[in-house]
Each structure stands twice: as C-alpha cells, then as structure tokens.
C-alpha cells in the first residue's frame, strides 16, 4: 500500500503541474500594452516618450554592434540630436516589424489555440506561432517579411518562440538602429503575475552584432479593452521619401 500511495502523490503532483501549465497557456489570452516603448536608452531626444511610461525602467544599451555598424549607428544619433531629419519607416505607413511591433504604443491580443498562438496587432499585422512541431522553410525558401517566419513550443508555462526570415529594411525603435536580414530572434513569453507578461528575447545578428543581445519587454494586460481600427494612413500627415513632412502638412 505504501509504494501505491507514493505512485498515486507522484501522480497527482504531475497532473497538478500539467494543469498549472495549461491554465498559464489559457491565461496569455487577451489583450495586452506594452509598457516599454524603445528598446534603446540612447534614442534621440526628440523621439523619447512624454511623460512617464506606467512601470517604465530604464531601456536597453545600443545593441552589440561590430565596429562598422556601431560606427553607422552612433552617426544615425548624432545626426538627430543635431536636429536633422532621421530615416524612420514606420513614417511612410510602413509596418515596424519584428521585434519592433512587440514595443509599439498600441496594444495587442494574445490567442491561444490549440496548434499555434495567435498575435493580432492594434497598429496592424499578425503573427501566426505554430507549436505543433511545424519547422522553418529551407533558407532557400524563406521569403523575408516584416513579422518573419516564427514557430514556437511549450516548455511548461513559457512559449518558446523562434523568429527568422526577417527584412533588413526595419530598425529597432526610433533611435534608428538597424539589422541584417540574417537577424535571429528567441523569444521565451510567460506570465510573471496574473496581470503582467514579459516577452525575453535573444537576438543574433551574425553580419551586424559581434554577440548575441538580450532585450526585456513587459506588458500590462487590459482587462475589458478590444482591438480597435486604426489605419495609418488616415493619420499620416503626409511624408517625404527622407521621412520629413511633406509641403502643407
């Protein structure tokens, strides 16, 4: 009797823990507002946030570029703490994307599904993460795009997801620092209070970065909020190919 009263605790403490774990899968569901917008600490001051940000801590360090493109980037600051007009493409209507679409101003629903995780933007755009053991296309078949090629899996409470087949054409937030498209991204997503999410991220750019480089987004869920519609282009003023307003705007 001892050894079957073992093998049933035994029992139960597994089930407990696959039931814990599905209901932090179940809990990701809904809609979420970053509370962090730039990544990097060293954005140009006319792009920093007015006002305090809820729960804002300082940003990251400038990511851990080689030499050539550390020296672009410090130019690209310079350049706008000097007051000229710095290339941004989201100022053309253009998506953020990834990773900059996880640290917009605007909130997003997580879905949870049965096969995959749904991330449906405010700003625009989906993100599809299948995690019932779908691979990446050969690299012969990637096609680059703004949100990438993502799949993902469960690792207990965390979903582990793995981007690739990114643009090169994007940059991380408005300070303007930019990537390769060989840029790679981990994510690991989980619920760190019942309230709060954080999305922990490794991203790899062997043509740009001498080393991996670690950013931390946290989220606030919005309890009784829905996705609105917003079109950019109902709110553009109108812009230059350089990014600067446009005559009679």
């Not at 309890?223 to 950019?232: H, S, T």
Request: aromatic share 6%; with cysteine; hydrophobic share 35%.
């Amino acid at each position: 009797m001892g050894s079957f009263s073992a093998a049933l605790a035994a029992g139960a403490v597994v089930l407990a823990a696959a039931g814990s774990a599905a209901a932090a899968k179940s809990d990701l569901d809904g809609i979420w507002l970053p509370t962090e917008r730039n990544i990097i600490q060293q954005a140009a001051p006319q792009n920093r946030q007015a006002g305090g940000q809820r729960g804002a801590r300082p940003r990251e360090a400038p990511p851990p570029y080689k030499p050539d493109w550390a020296a672009r980037y410090q130019a690209t600051v310079a350049a706008s703490r000097a007051g000229k007009v710095t290339v941004d493409p989201t100022a053309k209507c253009l998506p953020p994307g990834m990773p900059r679409t996880m640290s917009t101003p605007f909130p997003m629903e997580f879905s949870v599904e049965a096969n995959r995780v749904l991330v449906l933007f405010e700003i625009g755009g989906v993100r599809r993460i299948p995690t019932d053991g779908t691979k990446h296309p050969s690299e012969d078949d990637l096609s680059p795009s703004f949100m990438g090629d993502s799949i993902g899996h469960w690792e207990g409470d965390t979903l582990v997801v793995d981007t690739v087949g990114l643009r090169g054409d994007t940059v991380f937030d408005a300070s303007g620092a930019s990537h390769s498209d060989k840029m790679h991204i981990v994510e690991r997503v989980r619920l760190i209070d019942p309230d709060k999410l954080e999305d922990r991220m490794t991203i790899d750019d062997p043509v740009a970065f001498a080393q991996p480089w670690e950013v931390v987004h946290t989220y606030e869920r919005e309890r009784g909020w829905q996705i609105m519609e917003f079109v950019c282009e109902e709110n553009n003023r109108g812009v230059n190919p350089d990014g600067s307003d446009a005559p009679g705007h």
